[in-house]
């Protein structure tokens, strides 16, 4: 910043983020709609083919909006209730705890009890052969789900409760309007695209060490379309004030600090040379041991 003074000027709300998030919502309300007489086959299919790649770019929305993207650090509690909104196509609660755990993964990256991030003991243990972190990669769903209450439990907020009682109800009117298709693959959607997915390289590109001493890495290719830019990752942990919509400027105003690091242009090679390579598992991870007093949201 102080070399590079201008790039203050993009520590602002990126309004726009508003109007994509009720366009996805309404575009997964129609496919609900368009789901609902299909033959089961139709609806796993599109459901991964299109239910997957809205739901993974709203849970990345979701992101955008919990470092307060959409309304600005000055209006946080419009941003908690927007991202309550946007979470309801998810089918699952999660903007509310997200948020939480998130700020923890900024303040504390890799810190051991406090970073759910970084997979458990057992992940690491377990998922060590080529076909079990291929199963590891399919079941991210699930143990991103459970890790926090393994590693750091929080006490449920009030926040929280809302967010489940507003994602349970929203669950039940789909159900009773639509029927069980659509409420399937509303719920497939987002296990799916979370799971063995292009999109889902991201969770394994942004920290781990491919590279001994390089902790987090940026991704510059086209999926950044889709993802609000969270391939550039660098960028959004120096700066995670600054919307993803400007992140390709920071880079471009600051290129000698991120043009010679390593980086990626494809998701889906990392997921396969994660897989492949045996020298990398969910142990290639930074983890650091905390000192002095912790702060968590």
């Not at 998030?21 to 991964?48: E, N, P, S």
Request: glycine share 6%.
């Amino acid at each position: 910043v102080a070399k590079h003074p201008e790039i203050k000027a993009l520590m602002k709300p990126d309004y726009n983020l508003i109007w994509v998030v009720v366009l996805m919502v309404l575009a997964q309300l129609t496919a609900f709609y368009l789901v609902k007489d299909l033959d089961w086959k139709w609806v796993i299919f599109w459901a991964y083919v299109f239910g997957s790649c809205i739901s993974h770019s709203m849970t990345l929305a979701i992101h955008e909006i919990s470092h307060n993207s959409a309304f600005g650090n000055s209006k946080a509690m419009w941003n908690r209730w927007f991202g309550i909104f946007a979470n309801l196509p998810l089918g699952l609660p999660y903007s509310i705890s997200f948020k939480r755990y998130h700020m923890d993964h900024h303040r504390y990256l890799g810190g051991d009890g406090i970073d759910v991030d970084i997979p458990t003991n057992f992940e690491g243990w377990f998922f060590c052969t080529r076909f079990r972190k291929f199963i590891w990669i399919v079941l991210q769903p699930f143990f991103y789900a459970i890790r926090p209450l393994c590693i750091n439990p929080k006490p449920i907020t009030r926040l929280e409760m809302i967010n489940l009682l507003a994602q349970l109800s929203f669950d039940v009117v789909i159900y009773y309007l639509w029927g069980v298709k659509s409420t399937f693959y509303m719920l497939a959607g987002s296990v799916l695209g979370l799971g063995l997915h292009p999109i889902s390289g991201h969770f394994i590109a942004e920290h781990y060490m491919f590279l001994k001493g390089h902790e987090t890495y940026s991704y510059y290719g086209p999926l950044n379309l889709l993802t609000f830019n969270v391939g550039y990752h660098n960028e959004h942990h120096d700066f995670p004030n600054i919307p993803g919509k400007s992140l390709p400027l920071v880079k471009k105003i600051a290129a000698e600090y991120y043009d010679n690091l390593p980086q990626y242009n494809s998701w889906i090679k990392v997921l396969y040379d994660f897989v492949m390579d045996d020298t990398i598992s969910p142990y290639s991870r930074m983890k650091r041991q905390l000192k002095g007093e912790v702060k968590q949201d």
